[in-house]
C-alpha cells in the first residue's frame, strides 16, 4: 500500500487503515509537509515499511509509533518527528534511518552545527533513549550523517544501548565527526562489515587536535574478535582518514579486507601508499585492496 500526501480527517483514521488490513505487508507513507500528526502503524502482519516526512516546518506534536513484530525492513526519512517509538521489531531486521526530527529546535538544520545537536538531544533525551532502544535489536543498518551526530552527542549524556545482533554497518560522516567513531563502535560487539561513507562538503582537512582524537584508547571488541571486512567509499586524501584507517589496521585482529579508494593527485597517492606499507597489520589474513 502507498499512501502519498493523503489527508486524514483524524489520527485514528491512518491507525484503523492499517489495522483493518490484515494481510498487508509493504506500507510506504509519504507526509504532507503541513501535517503534524502523530502517525501509529500497528499491524502483524507487516513486513516493510518506509516512512518519509521532510518539511521546512517545525511542529512539537509531531510523531511515528510503530508496533510490528514482523517488520523485517525499515526505512525512514523524517526531519519532523519529536518522537518516533518502535515497540516491536523483527532481529533480522534492516534500517536505512535519516532522522533529524529529535534535534531540530529551529529551521536551520546543518548538520555540521554541534551546538543544535547539543541542545536538541538534551531537549529529546528520553524520546531518543526510546528510539534506541526500539531498534537495538536490528541486523542491519545505515545511517545519514545527521543521524551518526544525533546518536554521538546522544552518548555523552548516556551509553549508546549495545546493538548486538547486528553485523553490517553503514555510516556516512563528514572529516570532523571521525573522532566520534572509535568509541561509536564499542556499541557494536558483533560487527563484521562496516561501511564508510565519507561526505568531503568542505576541502580542507580538519585540525590536528581533532586527528589526534581519532584513536582506540581501549579497543571496540568488535576488532578483536568478528570485524572481518572495512569499504571506505570516499578517495582517502586527508590526514584523518589515513589516522583512521592506522587505527584500524592496527587494532583489527581478524580483518580480512580492507577497501580504498585513493586520492587522485598522483602526488597524493603515492605518498598514502608509501604510509600504508608502513603500517603494522594485526590480521595476517588482512588484504588491502585499492580501487
Request: a negative charge.
Amino acid at each position: 500500500m502507498y499512501l502519498e500526501y493523503i489527508e486524514f480527517p483524524n489520527e485514528a483514521t491512518f491507525e484503523t487503515l492499517v489495522l483493518c488490513s490484515p494481510v498487508l505487508e509493504w506500507l510506504k507513507v509519504v507526509v504532507a509537509s503541513d501535517d503534524e500528526n502523530v502517525f501509529r502503524v500497528h499491524s502483524r502482519s507487516l513486513k516493510r515499511l518506509t516512512f518519509e516526512r521532510v518539511s521546512p516546518l517545525l511542529f512539537d506534536s509531531a510523531g511515528v509509533v510503530i508496533d510490528a513484530p514482523r517488520l523485517c525492513v525499515l526505512t525512514i526519512k523524517d526531519n519532523v518527528s519529536k518522537s518516533f517509538i518502535i515497540h516491536n521489531l523483527a532481529s533480522n531486521a534492516v534500517l536505512e534511518m535519516s532522522l533529524l526530527g529529535f534535534v531540530r529546535l529551529e529551521e536551520i538544520d546543518d548538520e555540521f552545527f554541534d551546538h543544535i545537536y547539543e541542545e536538541g538531544v538534551s531537549w529529546s533525551r528520553s524520546n531518543i533513549h526510546k528510539f534506541l532502544h526500539g531498534i537495538s535489536m536490528a541486523k542491519t543498518m545505515k545511517i545519514s550523517r545527521g543521524t551518526f551526530k544525533l546518536m554521538c552527542h546522544y552518548s555523552k549524556l548516556e551509553p549508546l544501548p549495545q546493538f548486538g545482533n547486528m553485523s553490517y554497518l553503514d555510516i556516512t560522516l563528514c572529516l570532523h565527526d571521525f573522532k566520534w567513531l572509535p568509541a561509536f563502535l564499542e556499541s557494536f560487539p558483533n560487527l563484521e562489515y562496516l561501511v564508510l561513507v565519507c561526505d568531503h562538503r568542505t576541502h580542507d582537512d580538519v585540525p590536528s587536535e581533532d586527528v589526534e582524537q581519532v584513536s582506540f584508547s581501549s579497543v571496540p571488541e568488535c576488532l578483536l574478535s568478528s570485524l572481518e571486512y572495512v569499504d571506505l567509499k570516499a578517495p582517502v586524501q586527508y590526514d584523518v582518514e589515513m589516522k583512521l584507517v592506522k587505527c584500524l589496521l592496527k587494532n583489527s585482529a581478524v580483518l580480512e579486507k580492507l577497501i580504498l579508494r585513493l586520492a587522485s593527485s598522483n602526488s597524493r597517492r603515492d605518498d598514502m601508499l608509501k604510509k600504508l606499507l608502513k603500517i603494522r597489520r594485526a590480521s595476517t589474513k588482512c588484504k588491502v585492496v585499492i580501487l
